[in-house]
C-alpha cells in the first residue's frame, strides 16, 4: 500500500471538510470514480450513493453526485443506507459502481468514501491507485459539455430491496418469533431499518441508537460501546442483543446474561456451524486476518477446519475468498462475512446467523461461547506522528525481539499502522496473562518514545 496517498485499507477516510475529505475532492472523485467506469464499461455510468446520518454526509453526497454528473453518469442517491445495502443495492440494480459515505465507527467529526464495483465488491488496490492520479491531476480526466452531462434522483424505496434481501439470509424453517431482542443502531445508517428486518421475522424489538441528529453516530452506542445495550438485555429480560455499528457493516453481540460475546467466539460458532450444515464451501476453510486469536485457530483445527489469515480489512477477506471459493470469514471487531448472502461485512445480517446457530445448537449463546477459549490478548493504540516500518527502529526492534522471547511458541506480537487514523496499534497474545499485559506495556512504551 506504499505510494497510496488517499485511499487506505477501507476507502478514503478523515476530518471532514478538511483535506482530503473536503466537498473539493468528493467533486473530482466523482469525476475519476464516473470517468474510470466510462472508460472500461458504459457511456453513462449508473452509480449508488449511499450516506450514513453524519451531517457532513449531506456536503459530500451532493459534492460526489455533482461530480457524477458533470462526467456525465447518472447518480441515485438512497439517503440512509448501510455498507452492505449500498453493495447489494448496486448489484440488484445493475449499476456500475456503488458508493459509501461514512466514516464507519468513527465519530461524528469524520467521514469517508468508499467505493464497490458492479458486482458489489471493493475496489482492488490497482483500480484505487488508477482513482488517485486522476484525483492528483484532474487534467487527466476528459471534460463533458453540452447533452454529454447527467443527472441525479433520489430512490429511497431501495431500502426495501436491502430488508427482503436480508430477512432471506435466515433459513425459511426458523423464525424469530418468542425471541425478545435489543437492537442497538449506533444512531448510524442502519437506525431504522435494522429493528424492522427483525421485527418482520417475529422478534420483539427493543430499539436503541435510533435518534440520530448529525452528531451523535456512534456516541456512547453501537458496536463500539455496548454497555448501554447489556444494561438494556438484563433490564428487559431480553434473549440477546445486537449491536451495530456506524455504517452497520459490523456488529457486536450482548447474550441474555449481559455479557459482549468477543468476535472471535462469533466466528468459531459460525463456523462450525456452516460446517455441520454442509455450508462451509469447498475449501473447508474460515479465513480470518493477523488480528484474530490464536484460540480461535486451535478450535477450528479441533473442529476439522482450515483457518487462513489475511492483512486486516474485510476486503482482504473478501479478495481471499474469491480467490479460493472460501464462503466464510470474519475479523474480530465484528466484521462477519457470509459470502453466499453478501459481498462484504453485513452486521443484521450476521446477527441473523448467529441466531440461526443458536437454534441450530438449541443452546444459549453464553453456553456456546464457552466451547472457544481464547488466549489472553492485549491491544494498546498509540498516537504517531510519523510511520517508519518498525523493523527500521532499533528501540521497538530490540523491544521485539525481548518479547518474542518471552512469549515463545505459544504467543505473537503485532505491531501495525491503522489504515483510518494516526495510530500505531500494539497487539500481545499468549497463555499467561500477566506478562502478555507487561509485554504490551513495553512495547508500547517504546512506540510511544520513537514515534509517538
Not at 443484521?348 to 453456553?367: C, G, M, N, P, T
Amino acid at each position: 500500500m506504499s505510494g497510496r496517498k488517499f485511499f487506505g485499507t477501507d476507502g478514503i477516510r478523515g476530518k471532514a471538510n478538511t483535506y482530503p475529505m473536503t466537498g473539493e475532492v468528493a467533486f473530482v472523485l466523482g469525476r475519476a470514480v464516473t470517468s474510470y467506469f466510462q472508460k472500461n464499461f458504459s457511456k453513462k455510468p449508473l452509480i449508488i450513493i449511499g450516506k450514513d446520518t453524519r451531517l457532513s454526509c449531506y456536503m459530500l453526497e451532493q459534492a460526489f453526485s455533482a461530480g457524477v454528473c458533470s462526467q456525465g453518469g447518472k447518480a441515485i442517491l438512497t439517503g440512509p443506507l448501510p455498507t452492505p445495502g449500498v453493495a447489494f443495492v448496486t448489484q440488484s440494480m445493475r449499476a456500475d459502481a456503488g458508493v459509501m459515505i461514512s466514516a464507519s465507527h468513527n465519530s461524528f467529526e469524520d467521514n469517508g468514501i468508499k467505493i464497490f464495483d458492479r458486482t458489489g465488491h471493493k475496489l482492488p488496490d490497482e483500480i484505487e491507485l488508477e482513482l488517485e492520479k486522476m484525483l492528483i491531476d484532474p487534467s487527466l480526466i476528459p471534460q463533458k459539455i453540452g447533452d454529454e452531462l447527467g443527472n441525479a434522483k433520489r430512490l429511497d424505496e431501495v431500502i426495501g430491496r436491502y430488508i427482503v434481501h436480508t430477512k432471506a439470509a435466515l433459513s425459511p424453517q426458523y423464525s424469530l418469533e418468542g425471541l425478545r431482542i435489543v437492537v442497538d443502531g449506533a444512531n448510524g445508517a442502519g437506525y431504522k431499518l435494522a429493528p424492522v428486518v427483525f421485527e418482520e421475522l417475529g422478534a420483539e424489538v427493543i430499539s436503541l441508537g435510533n435518534t440520530p441528529n448529525g452528531t451523535n453516530i456512534n456516541k456512547s452506542c453501537g458496536a463500539l460501546h455496548p454497555q448501554m445495550c447489556a444494561e438494556n438485555v438484563k433490564k428487559y429480560r431480553a434473549d440477546l442483543g445486537v449491536c451495530l455499528d456506524g455504517d452497520g457493516d459490523r456488529l457486536t453481540i450482548v447474550d441474555s446474561s449481559g455479557e459482549v460475546i468477543h468476535g472471535d467466539k462469533l466466528i468459531g460458532l459460525c463456523g462450525k456451524f456452516l460446517k455441520d450444515n454442509q455450508e462451509i464451501g469447498p475449501t473447508n476453510e474460515v479465513v480470518g486476518t493477523v488480528m484474530s486469536n490464536f484460540g480461535l485457530e486451535y478450535y477450528l483445527k479441533e473442529n476439522g477446519l482450515k483457518f487462513t489469515r489475511t492483512q486486516v480489512g474485510d476486503r482482504y477477506i473478501v479478495e481471499h475468498m474469491r480467490q479460493t471459493g472460501a464462503l466464510f470469514g470474519g475479523e474480530p471487531s465484528g466484521h462477519l462475512v457470509f459470502k453466499k448472502y453478501s459481498t462484504t461485512g453485513d452486521g443484521i445480517l450476521a446477527a441473523l446467523k448467529v441466531i440461526e446457530s443458536i437454534k441450530f445448537y438449541d443452546r444459549d449463546l453464553s453456553e456456546l461461547s464457552k466451547d472457544i477459549e481464547l488466549f489472553p490478548q492485549e491491544m494498546k493504540n498509540v498516537a504517531v506522528l510519523k510511520r517508519v516500518p518498525f523493523e527500521e527502529v532499533s528501540d521497538i526492534k530490540k523491544a521485539m525481539t525481548h518479547a518474542e522471547a518471552k512469549l515463545g511458541k505459544e504467543g505473537r506480537i503485532l505491531l501495525r499502522y491503522s489504515g483510518t487514523e494516526p495510530l500505531a496499534r500494539v497487539m500481545v497474545e499468549g497463555r499467561d496473562s500477566k506478562l502478555v499485559n507487561s509485554l504490551c506495556l513495553e512495547l508500547t512504551d517504546a512506540v510511544k518514545k520513537s514515534l509517538g
